[in-house]
Protein backbone atom coordinates (compact mmCIF):
# COMPACT_ATOMS: atom_id res chain seq x y z
CA UNK A 1 0.00 0.00 0.00
CA UNK A 2 3.05 2.46 -0.34
CA UNK A 3 1.69 3.87 -3.34
CA UNK A 4 -1.67 5.05 -2.28
CA UNK A 5 -2.58 8.33 -3.64
CA UNK A 6 -3.96 9.22 -0.11
CA UNK A 7 -4.72 7.20 3.51
CA UNK A 8 -6.29 8.18 6.64
CA UNK A 9 -5.27 6.85 9.83
CA UNK A 10 -7.97 6.57 12.32
CA UNK A 11 -8.79 10.45 11.44
CA UNK A 12 -10.76 12.31 13.92
CA UNK A 13 -12.47 15.52 14.31
CA UNK A 14 -14.03 17.40 17.26
CA UNK A 15 -15.74 20.62 16.79
CA UNK A 16 -15.52 21.66 20.02
CA UNK A 17 -17.00 25.55 19.65
CA UNK A 18 -20.00 25.54 20.93
CA UNK A 19 -21.75 23.75 24.43
CA UNK A 20 -21.08 20.39 23.20
CA UNK A 21 -18.73 18.98 21.72
CA UNK A 22 -19.87 17.81 18.04
CA UNK A 23 -17.99 14.17 16.62
CA UNK A 24 -18.19 14.87 12.95
CA UNK A 25 -15.69 12.63 12.18
CA UNK A 26 -14.87 9.71 14.19
CA UNK A 27 -11.90 7.33 13.50
CA UNK A 28 -11.47 6.90 9.38
CA UNK A 29 -9.45 4.77 7.99
CA UNK A 30 -8.91 4.89 4.11
CA UNK A 31 -6.74 4.06 1.68
CA UNK A 32 -7.43 5.63 -1.77
CA UNK A 33 -5.22 4.22 -5.10
CA UNK A 34 -4.47 5.40 -7.69
CA UNK A 35 -6.99 5.78 -10.71
CA UNK A 36 -9.49 4.79 -8.10
CA UNK A 37 -13.02 7.13 -8.46
CA UNK A 38 -14.85 7.37 -4.67
CA UNK A 39 -18.22 8.50 -3.95
CA UNK A 40 -18.85 9.35 -0.60
CA UNK A 41 -22.52 8.80 0.58
CA UNK A 42 -24.36 8.92 3.82
CA UNK A 43 -27.22 11.00 5.32
CA UNK A 44 -26.36 15.22 6.19
CA UNK A 45 -24.95 15.45 9.07
CA UNK A 46 -23.21 12.13 8.33
CA UNK A 47 -19.23 13.72 8.19
CA UNK A 48 -19.16 13.45 4.86
CA UNK A 49 -18.18 17.01 3.79
CA UNK A 50 -15.65 17.52 6.89
CA UNK A 51 -14.00 14.22 5.80
CA UNK A 52 -13.09 15.65 2.37
CA UNK A 53 -12.34 18.98 3.84
CA UNK A 54 -9.54 17.51 6.12
CA UNK A 55 -8.43 15.22 2.85
CA UNK A 56 -7.67 18.63 1.47
CA UNK A 57 -6.23 20.43 3.94
CA UNK A 58 -9.05 23.24 4.39
CA UNK A 59 -10.46 21.77 7.96
CA UNK A 60 -7.92 20.92 10.61
CA UNK A 61 -7.85 17.41 11.89
CA UNK A 62 -8.34 16.56 15.62
CA UNK A 63 -5.96 13.77 15.74
CA UNK A 64 -5.22 10.69 13.45
CA UNK A 65 -2.92 10.76 9.99
CA UNK A 66 -3.28 12.07 6.70
CA UNK A 67 -0.90 11.03 4.24
CA UNK A 68 -0.73 12.05 0.62
CA UNK A 69 1.39 10.50 -2.01
CA UNK A 70 3.59 8.67 0.72
CA UNK A 71 4.19 11.58 2.62
CA UNK A 72 2.48 12.83 6.02
CA UNK A 73 0.40 15.68 5.52
CA UNK A 74 -1.75 16.36 8.75
CA UNK A 75 1.04 17.99 10.39
CA UNK A 76 1.80 20.61 7.75
CA UNK A 77 1.39 24.18 8.00
CA UNK A 78 -1.54 26.10 6.85
CA UNK A 79 0.66 27.28 3.62
CA UNK A 80 2.03 24.04 3.67
CA UNK A 81 -0.41 22.80 2.77
CA UNK A 82 -1.39 26.01 0.66
CA UNK A 83 1.94 24.49 -1.03
CA UNK A 84 0.64 20.89 -1.36
CA UNK A 85 -2.97 21.85 -2.83
CA UNK A 86 -1.49 24.13 -5.18
CA UNK A 87 0.63 20.83 -6.84
CA UNK A 88 -1.43 17.77 -6.20
CA UNK A 89 -5.16 18.70 -5.04
CA UNK A 90 -7.73 20.09 -6.88
CA UNK A 91 -10.82 21.06 -5.03
CA UNK A 92 -14.43 21.80 -5.59
CA UNK A 93 -16.89 22.89 -3.27
CA UNK A 94 -20.84 23.32 -3.42
CA UNK A 95 -20.04 27.11 -3.71
CA UNK A 96 -17.64 28.16 -6.32
CA UNK A 97 -15.11 30.22 -4.76
CA UNK A 98 -14.07 31.62 -8.12
CA UNK A 99 -11.61 34.79 -8.50
CA UNK A 100 -14.36 37.47 -8.74
CA UNK A 101 -11.87 40.10 -10.71
CA UNK A 102 -10.17 37.41 -13.02
CA UNK A 103 -11.93 35.87 -16.64
CA UNK A 104 -12.92 32.65 -16.38
CA UNK A 105 -10.08 31.50 -18.78
CA UNK A 106 -7.49 33.22 -16.29
CA UNK A 107 -9.55 31.38 -13.13
CA UNK A 108 -9.04 27.97 -15.16
CA UNK A 109 -5.55 28.34 -16.23
CA UNK A 110 -4.28 29.89 -12.84
CA UNK A 111 -3.35 26.61 -10.94
CA UNK A 112 -1.32 25.31 -13.98
CA UNK A 113 0.72 27.64 -14.16
CA UNK A 114 0.71 28.13 -10.21
CA UNK A 115 2.09 24.32 -10.28
CA UNK A 116 5.02 25.29 -12.81
CA UNK A 117 2.85 24.59 -16.35
CA UNK A 118 4.40 26.44 -18.96
CA UNK A 119 1.55 29.30 -20.67
CA UNK A 120 1.38 27.47 -23.85
CA UNK A 121 0.67 23.85 -21.54
CA UNK A 122 -2.14 25.72 -19.30
CA UNK A 123 -3.75 27.21 -22.29
CA UNK A 124 -4.03 24.38 -24.17
CA UNK A 125 -5.46 22.62 -20.87
CA UNK A 126 -8.20 25.26 -20.46
CA UNK A 127 -9.24 25.03 -23.72
CA UNK A 128 -9.91 21.46 -23.67
CA UNK A 129 -11.81 21.62 -19.93
CA UNK A 130 -14.03 24.40 -21.05
CA UNK A 131 -14.65 23.29 -24.75
CA UNK A 132 -16.10 19.58 -22.86
CA UNK A 133 -18.10 21.30 -19.98
CA UNK A 134 -19.79 23.32 -23.42
CA UNK A 135 -18.02 26.60 -21.93
CA UNK A 136 -15.42 28.14 -24.65
CA UNK A 137 -17.73 30.85 -25.80
CA UNK A 138 -18.04 31.97 -21.72
CA UNK A 139 -13.69 32.15 -21.21
CA UNK A 140 -13.92 36.18 -21.80
CA UNK A 141 -16.55 36.23 -19.16
CA UNK A 142 -16.01 37.32 -15.55
CA UNK A 143 -17.62 34.88 -13.11
CA UNK A 144 -19.84 36.95 -11.82
CA UNK A 145 -21.47 37.29 -15.17
CA UNK A 146 -22.05 33.18 -15.45
CA UNK A 147 -25.47 31.38 -14.05
CA UNK A 148 -25.12 29.18 -11.20
CA UNK A 149 -24.70 26.10 -13.41
CA UNK A 150 -21.84 28.02 -15.30
CA UNK A 151 -19.39 29.04 -11.91
CA UNK A 152 -19.99 25.49 -11.14
CA UNK A 153 -18.61 24.07 -14.44
CA UNK A 154 -15.96 26.31 -14.10
CA UNK A 155 -15.05 25.50 -10.79
CA UNK A 156 -15.14 22.06 -11.72
CA UNK A 157 -12.30 22.68 -14.85
CA UNK A 158 -10.27 25.28 -12.27
CA UNK A 159 -10.05 22.09 -10.31
CA UNK A 160 -8.23 19.75 -12.67
CA UNK A 161 -6.55 22.26 -14.97
CA UNK A 162 -3.45 20.88 -13.32
CA UNK A 163 -3.97 17.62 -13.58
CA UNK A 164 -4.14 16.73 -9.56
CA UNK A 165 -3.15 13.64 -7.93
CA UNK A 166 -6.52 13.43 -6.41
CA UNK A 167 -9.60 15.53 -7.29
CA UNK A 168 -11.22 15.97 -4.45
CA UNK A 169 -15.26 17.53 -4.75
CA UNK A 170 -18.24 18.17 -2.25
CA UNK A 171 -21.53 17.92 -4.11
CA UNK A 172 -20.10 19.37 -8.02
CA UNK A 173 -23.36 18.72 -9.26
CA UNK A 174 -25.42 20.98 -6.75
CA UNK A 175 -26.60 23.85 -8.94
CA UNK A 176 -26.93 21.99 -12.36
CA UNK A 177 -29.92 20.71 -14.38
CA UNK A 178 -29.42 17.53 -15.89
CA UNK A 179 -28.29 19.10 -19.57
CA UNK A 180 -25.28 20.38 -17.68
CA UNK A 181 -24.91 17.21 -15.30
CA UNK A 182 -24.56 15.22 -18.62
CA UNK A 183 -21.66 17.34 -19.63
CA UNK A 184 -19.96 17.22 -16.12
CA UNK A 185 -20.24 13.47 -16.23
CA UNK A 186 -19.16 12.88 -19.58
CA UNK A 187 -15.50 14.97 -18.28
CA UNK A 188 -15.59 12.97 -15.14
CA UNK A 189 -15.81 9.77 -16.81
CA UNK A 190 -13.38 10.81 -19.47
CA UNK A 191 -10.75 11.76 -17.23
CA UNK A 192 -11.00 8.83 -14.73
CA UNK A 193 -10.38 6.91 -17.53
CA UNK A 194 -7.32 8.73 -18.07
CA UNK A 195 -6.25 7.86 -14.65
CA UNK A 196 -7.78 10.90 -12.55
CA UNK A 197 -7.79 10.06 -8.64
CA UNK A 198 -11.39 10.82 -7.52
CA UNK A 199 -13.02 11.57 -4.46
CA UNK A 200 -16.59 12.67 -4.40
CA UNK A 201 -19.35 13.74 -2.09
CA UNK A 202 -22.69 12.98 -3.59
CA UNK A 203 -25.97 12.94 -3.09
CA UNK A 204 -26.24 12.69 -6.75
CA UNK A 205 -26.89 8.98 -7.80
CA UNK A 206 -26.16 9.67 -11.39
CA UNK A 207 -22.82 10.77 -10.16
CA UNK A 208 -22.07 8.30 -7.60
CA UNK A 209 -23.00 5.48 -10.31
CA UNK A 210 -19.87 6.75 -12.20
CA UNK A 211 -17.43 5.58 -9.58
CA UNK A 212 -15.77 2.05 -9.01
CA UNK A 213 -15.96 2.34 -5.32
CA UNK A 214 -18.45 3.65 -2.58
CA UNK A 215 -17.82 4.98 1.27
CA UNK A 216 -20.65 5.26 3.09
CA UNK A 217 -20.76 7.76 6.29
CA UNK A 218 -23.33 7.17 9.21
CA UNK A 219 -22.96 9.65 12.51
CA UNK A 220 -18.87 10.06 11.44
CA UNK A 221 -18.14 6.23 10.69
CA UNK A 222 -17.74 4.39 7.67
CA UNK A 223 -20.64 1.45 7.52
CA UNK A 224 -19.69 0.94 3.85
CA UNK A 225 -16.79 0.84 2.16
CA UNK A 226 -16.49 -1.72 -1.13
CA UNK A 227 -16.89 -2.10 -5.25
CA UNK A 228 -19.83 -0.90 -7.28
CA UNK A 229 -19.50 -3.79 -9.70
CA UNK A 230 -20.14 -3.17 -13.43
CA UNK A 231 -22.77 -5.65 -15.04
CA UNK A 232 -22.36 -4.36 -18.50
CA UNK A 233 -25.49 -6.29 -19.72
CA UNK A 234 -25.80 -4.19 -22.84
CA UNK A 235 -29.12 -4.37 -22.94
CA UNK A 236 -31.61 -1.47 -22.17
CA UNK A 237 -34.35 -4.09 -21.00
CA UNK A 238 -32.10 -5.59 -17.79
CA UNK A 239 -32.66 -2.33 -16.88
CA UNK A 240 -35.76 -0.24 -17.80
CA UNK A 241 -39.09 -2.23 -17.59
CA UNK A 242 -42.01 -0.72 -19.79
CA UNK A 243 -45.25 -1.93 -18.53
CA UNK B 1 -48.27 -4.79 -24.43
CA UNK B 2 -52.41 -5.51 -25.39
CA UNK B 3 -52.76 -1.39 -25.42
CA UNK B 4 -49.65 -0.47 -27.14
CA UNK B 5 -50.53 -2.53 -29.94
CA UNK B 6 -54.10 -0.94 -29.82
CA UNK B 7 -52.73 2.39 -30.27
CA UNK B 8 -50.36 1.49 -32.75
CA UNK B 9 -53.27 -0.49 -34.81
CA UNK B 10 -55.45 3.24 -34.63
CA UNK B 11 -52.96 5.08 -36.43
CA UNK B 12 -53.43 2.33 -39.25
CA UNK B 13 -53.66 -1.82 -40.11
CA UNK B 14 -51.00 -3.32 -39.65
CA UNK B 15 -49.14 -6.63 -39.23
CA UNK B 16 -47.37 -8.29 -36.47
CA UNK B 17 -43.61 -7.57 -37.85
CA UNK B 18 -44.69 -3.70 -38.81
CA UNK B 19 -45.80 -3.70 -35.12
CA UNK B 20 -42.68 -5.01 -33.68
CA UNK B 21 -40.85 -2.17 -36.45
CA UNK B 22 -43.09 0.40 -35.01
CA UNK B 23 -42.43 -0.26 -31.65
CA UNK B 24 -38.76 0.11 -31.45
CA UNK B 25 -38.78 3.21 -33.91
CA UNK B 26 -41.48 5.12 -31.47
CA UNK B 27 -39.35 4.46 -28.39
CA UNK B 28 -35.95 4.49 -29.64
CA UNK B 29 -32.91 2.18 -28.38
CA UNK B 30 -33.40 2.58 -24.93
CA UNK B 31 -36.74 0.35 -25.08
CA UNK B 32 -36.23 -3.89 -24.56
CA UNK B 33 -36.83 -5.13 -28.11
CA UNK B 34 -40.08 -6.50 -28.30
CA UNK B 35 -40.66 -10.42 -29.10
CA UNK B 36 -42.34 -10.79 -32.79
CA UNK B 37 -44.05 -14.04 -30.90
CA UNK B 38 -45.15 -11.70 -28.09
CA UNK B 39 -46.58 -9.70 -30.30
CA UNK B 40 -48.91 -12.67 -32.28
CA UNK B 41 -50.14 -14.14 -29.03
CA UNK B 42 -50.89 -10.90 -27.83
CA UNK B 43 -52.78 -9.95 -31.08
CA UNK B 44 -54.55 -13.48 -31.09
CA UNK B 45 -56.14 -12.80 -27.81
CA UNK B 46 -57.05 -9.16 -28.91
CA UNK B 47 -58.60 -10.32 -32.12
CA UNK B 48 -60.82 -13.61 -29.57
CA UNK B 49 -62.10 -10.68 -27.73
CA UNK B 50 -63.17 -8.78 -30.93
CA UNK B 51 -60.86 -5.72 -30.52
CA UNK B 52 -58.81 -6.38 -33.53
CA UNK B 53 -59.98 -8.01 -36.59
CA UNK B 54 -57.75 -9.88 -38.80
CA UNK B 55 -57.65 -10.06 -42.53
CA UNK B 56 -55.91 -12.28 -44.35
CA UNK B 57 -53.71 -10.90 -47.46
CA UNK B 58 -52.41 -13.38 -50.01
CA UNK B 59 -48.83 -13.06 -51.29
CA UNK B 60 -47.24 -14.29 -54.17
CA UNK B 61 -44.50 -16.97 -53.34
CA UNK B 62 -44.84 -16.75 -49.62
CA UNK B 63 -47.86 -17.78 -46.86
CA UNK B 64 -50.71 -15.42 -46.42
CA UNK B 65 -50.37 -12.77 -43.83
CA UNK B 66 -53.01 -10.97 -41.40
CA UNK B 67 -53.35 -7.88 -41.34
CA UNK B 68 -55.02 -6.25 -37.95
CA UNK B 69 -57.17 -3.52 -38.10
CA UNK B 70 -58.76 -1.44 -34.72
CA UNK B 71 -63.13 -2.29 -34.32
CA UNK B 72 -65.05 -0.33 -32.71
CA UNK B 73 -64.68 -2.18 -29.99
CA UNK B 74 -60.92 -1.87 -29.96
CA UNK B 75 -61.19 1.97 -30.44
CA UNK B 76 -63.25 2.02 -26.79
CA UNK B 77 -61.33 0.22 -24.71
CA UNK B 78 -58.37 2.21 -26.14
CA UNK B 79 -60.13 5.72 -25.66
CA UNK B 80 -60.81 4.23 -22.03
CA UNK B 81 -57.28 3.82 -21.72
CA UNK B 82 -56.21 7.24 -22.59
CA UNK B 83 -58.69 8.98 -20.76
CA UNK B 84 -58.06 7.07 -17.28
CA UNK B 85 -55.66 9.11 -15.54
CA UNK B 86 -52.22 6.45 -14.21
CA UNK B 87 -51.48 4.83 -11.10
CA UNK B 88 -48.80 6.48 -9.84
CA UNK B 89 -45.63 3.65 -8.59
CA UNK B 90 -46.55 1.95 -5.36
CA UNK B 91 -44.36 0.87 -2.29
CA UNK B 92 -44.42 -2.53 -2.28
CA UNK B 93 -41.13 -2.98 -2.28
CA UNK B 94 -39.16 -7.01 -1.81
CA UNK B 95 -36.60 -5.18 -0.31
CA UNK B 96 -38.17 -3.26 2.21
CA UNK B 97 -40.17 -6.22 3.59
CA UNK B 98 -36.55 -8.56 3.49
CA UNK B 99 -35.29 -4.73 4.97
CA UNK B 100 -38.04 -5.18 8.20
CA UNK B 101 -38.03 -9.37 8.39
CA UNK B 102 -34.62 -9.37 8.72
CA UNK B 103 -33.87 -9.54 12.60
CA UNK B 104 -36.60 -12.59 12.36
CA UNK B 105 -34.60 -14.30 10.21
CA UNK B 106 -31.18 -13.95 11.74
CA UNK B 107 -29.75 -14.26 8.51
CA UNK B 108 -28.28 -10.96 7.54
CA UNK B 109 -28.06 -7.80 9.61
CA UNK B 110 -30.07 -4.78 8.11
CA UNK B 111 -26.98 -3.03 7.90
CA UNK B 112 -25.27 -5.46 5.89
CA UNK B 113 -28.82 -5.77 4.30
CA UNK B 114 -29.45 -1.53 3.23
CA UNK B 115 -25.28 -1.74 2.17
CA UNK B 116 -25.62 -4.26 -0.45
CA UNK B 117 -28.87 -2.81 -1.95
CA UNK B 118 -26.78 0.61 -2.15
CA UNK B 119 -23.96 -1.08 -4.10
CA UNK B 120 -26.63 -2.68 -6.27
CA UNK B 121 -28.54 0.04 -7.20
CA UNK B 122 -25.28 2.06 -7.87
CA UNK B 123 -24.50 -0.72 -10.11
CA UNK B 124 -27.59 -0.19 -12.07
CA UNK B 125 -27.46 3.88 -12.15
CA UNK B 126 -23.67 3.11 -13.69
CA UNK B 127 -25.44 0.68 -16.54
CA UNK B 128 -27.77 3.85 -16.97
CA UNK B 129 -25.42 6.39 -17.45
CA UNK B 130 -23.85 3.94 -20.26
CA UNK B 131 -27.15 3.53 -21.76
CA UNK B 132 -27.57 7.03 -21.60
CA UNK B 133 -24.11 7.85 -23.34
CA UNK B 134 -25.23 5.53 -25.87
CA UNK B 135 -28.08 7.35 -26.80
CA UNK B 136 -28.29 10.01 -29.52
CA UNK B 137 -29.07 13.28 -27.58
CA UNK B 138 -31.70 14.31 -30.11
CA UNK B 139 -33.79 10.19 -29.20
CA UNK B 140 -35.93 12.42 -27.13
CA UNK B 141 -38.14 9.22 -26.54
CA UNK B 142 -35.31 7.27 -25.19
CA UNK B 143 -33.50 9.84 -23.04
CA UNK B 144 -36.64 10.68 -21.38
CA UNK B 145 -36.81 7.08 -20.47
CA UNK B 146 -33.80 6.63 -19.25
CA UNK B 147 -33.89 9.71 -16.91
CA UNK B 148 -37.11 8.58 -15.57
CA UNK B 149 -35.45 5.46 -14.30
CA UNK B 150 -32.41 7.67 -13.03
CA UNK B 151 -35.18 9.76 -10.89
CA UNK B 152 -36.72 6.52 -9.80
CA UNK B 153 -32.99 5.27 -8.60
CA UNK B 154 -32.53 8.07 -6.87
CA UNK B 155 -35.57 8.20 -5.15
CA UNK B 156 -34.66 4.75 -3.83
CA UNK B 157 -31.18 5.21 -3.02
CA UNK B 158 -32.70 8.12 -1.21
CA UNK B 159 -35.02 6.40 0.50
CA UNK B 160 -32.53 3.64 1.89
CA UNK B 161 -30.07 6.67 3.08
CA UNK B 162 -33.81 6.88 5.36
CA UNK B 163 -33.81 3.31 5.98
CA UNK B 164 -29.95 3.35 7.59
CA UNK B 165 -30.81 6.41 9.64
CA UNK B 166 -33.61 4.87 11.70
CA UNK B 167 -33.58 0.81 11.35
CA UNK B 168 -29.88 0.35 11.20
Known sequence: MTNAVLKTVNLVKVYSGGAVPVHAVRGVDLVVEPGEFIAVMGPSGSGKSTLVHM????????????????????????????????????????????????????????????????PRIARERREHLLGALNLTDRADASPAQLSGGEQQRVALA???????????ADEPT?????????????????VHKEGQTIIMVTHDARVAGLADRVVCLLDGEIVDDGRITRRRTGTAGAVIDLR | MRLHLLALLAKEPAHGYELKQALEQT??????????????????????????????????????KKVYYLTAKGRDVLTLWVDEPTEGPRVRDEFFMKLVLAPLTG?????ALINRQRRHYLSIMGDLNALLDRTEPDDRVATLLIEGAMLHLQA????LERCQEDLA
Open chain 1, 158 to 168: RALANKPSVLL
Open chain 1, 174 to 190: GNLDSRNTRDVLRLLGQ
Open chain 1, 55 to 118: LGGLDARTSGEIWVDGARADTLSESAWALLRRKKIGFVFQFFNLVANMTVADNVELPALLAGAS
Open chain 2, 107 to 111: IADRM
Open chain 2, 156 to 159: DLDW
Open chain 2, 27 to 64: FGGAYPSPNIGQIYVTLGRLEKDGLVRAVDVEQSNRPN
